[in-house]
C-alpha cells in the first residue's frame, strides 16, 4: 500500500507538473470580464454576411478582432496572416503561427525586400529558469523608397486606455493626431488614420504596404498566468501588429517576410506546443533604421513580385488551433 501511495503522488506530481508547463505558453490569456467589442463583415459581395455585427471572442489579445465574411465568424486580428502579438507570435504569410523570441533590447529584421525593409526593437525581462528573454515588440522601424517611418510604444507605469502611448514620425518628424477615432493625416502618398480614440492605428504606403498597430500592456493576469514577473514600474507596453503587403519579390526575406517568399517552407516543428523560429544571429540588425542583417534585400534588384500573389489570397478559419485556411 506504501509503494503505491509513493507511486500515486510522483504521479500526481508530474502531472501537475505538466499542466504548468502548457499553462505557462497558453496562447492567449483569458480576460477577467467578457470582450465587448464588436466588427462587422465589411466585403458587399459576401451578401449574407455583409454589415452583420459579431460580437469578439473574449479571449483576442486586446479584444480586438475581424470578421470572416466567408466562414461569418470572428476571428482575433492576431490570427491573421501578418500578425506579429504577445511574446512574439506570429501568424506567418502561409498561415502558419510561430514564435520569434529574439533578445530583449535588439533589433531584428521583421521584412527585408528590395523597397522594404522593416526592423523591430525587443524588449523584455530575463527568466532564469527558461535562459532566454520575455520578449515583446516595443517599436518598428521601415525604410520605403527615400523615407524612415517609426511607430513606438511610449514607456509606462500604470495603464490608462484613454491616454495615448503611441508614437509616431515619419523622416524624425512627430505626426500629430487629434485624440478621436478617424482623425487622419495624409501626405505623398502615405496615410495615417487613428482607429480608435487612443492607441490604435493604421499606416499605409500607397502600392506598397498597410500595417495596424495597437499598444497594449501586459495585464496582471497575463503576468500572473506566465509568470513575467511585471511590477507597477513598467507594464511593458508594447505594439500588436498586423501587415498587409502589395508587392513582395519573390526573394522577400526576414523572420515574417520569408514566409511570403515563393519557395518557402517552414521550418519549425509544429509539433511543439510553443513552435519557435530560431535564426537570430541572420535576423539581428545594429540599429531600428540599418539594413546590415546577413538577409537584407533592401536596395537590391527584384527578381519577382510575391505579393500579388498572397493580396489574392481570402484567408480564413472555422475551425480550433493554430491553423489560417487561405484560398484563392
Excluded at 525581462?125 to 523608397?145: E, K, L, P
Excluded at 493625416?185 to 480608435?196: A, D, K, L, Q, Y
Aim: aromatic share 8%; with cysteine.
Amino acid at each position: 500500500m506504501a509503494g503505491a501511495m509513493v507511486r500515486l503522488s510522483a504521479y500526481a506530481l508530474l502531472l501537475s507538473t505538466m499542466v504548468l508547463a502548457v499553462t505557462a505558453v497558453a496562447p492567449y490569456p483569458k480576460h477577467p470580464v467578457p470582450n465587448n467589442k464588436k466588427s462587422k463583415c465589411k466585403v458587399e459581395k459576401y451578401d449574407k454576411c455583409f454589415n452583420s455585427e459579431h460580437v469578439c471572442p473574449y479571449d483576442c489579445p486586446g479584444g480586438d478582432c475581424v470578421v470572416d465574411c466567408v466562414s461569418c465568424k470572428p476571428i482575433c486580428k492576431c490570427d491573421l496572416p501578418g500578425a506579429v502579438c504577445q511574446d512574439p507570435r506570429f501568424i506567418g504569410g502561409d498561415g502558419i503561427t510561430f514564435y520569434f523570441h529574439g533578445k530583449k533590447d535588439h533589433d531584428f529584421c521583421l521584412v527585408s525586400d528590395s523597397n522594404l525593409h522593416i526592423n523591430a526593437r525587443f524588449i523584455g525581462r530575463r527568466n532564469q529558469n527558461m535562459m532566454r528573454d520575455f520578449t515583446w515588440v516595443q517599436s518598428i522601424g521601415a525604410i520605403f523608397d527615400s523615407h524612415k517611418l517609426y511607430i513606438g510604444a511610449l514607456k509606462t507605469s500604470t495603464w490608462d486606455d484613454s491616454v495615448d502611448r503611441l508614437a509616431v514620425t515619419i523622416d524624425g518628424e512627430p505626426i500629430e493626431l487629434a485624440l478621436s477615432a478617424g482623425a487622419k493625416w495624409e501626405s505623398n502618398g502615405v496615410s495615417i488614420t487613428r482607429s480608435r480614440n487612443t492607441n490604435s492605428i493604421t499606416i499605409e504606403v500607397e502600392g506598397n504596404f498597410k500595417i495596424t498597430a495597437n499598444v497594449v500592456p501586459i495585464t496582471e493576469e497575463e503576468s500572473r498566468i506566465h509568470n513575467y514577473g511585471i511590477t507597477q514600474e513598467d507594464c511593458f507596453a508594447h505594439l500588436e501588429l498586423g501587415f498587409k503587403f502589395y508587392s513582395l519579390s519573390s526573394e522577400v526575406n526576414g523572420v515574417l517576410g520569408q514566409t511570403y517568399g515563393k519557395d518557402y517552407t517552414s521550418k519549425v516543428n509544429m509539433s511543439a506546443v510553443m513552435p519557435v523560429m530560431g535564426g537570430t544571429l541572420k535576423f539581428l540588425n545594429s540599429a531600428l533604421f540599418s539594413a546590415d542583417c546577413s538577409v537584407s534585400r533592401f536596395g537590391l534588384e527584384a527578381p519577382g513580385t510575391a505579393g500579388s500573389e498572397i493580396a489574392g489570397l481570402e484567408c480564413g478559419s472555422s475551425m480550433e488551433g493554430r491553423g489560417i485556411v487561405c484560398k484563392k
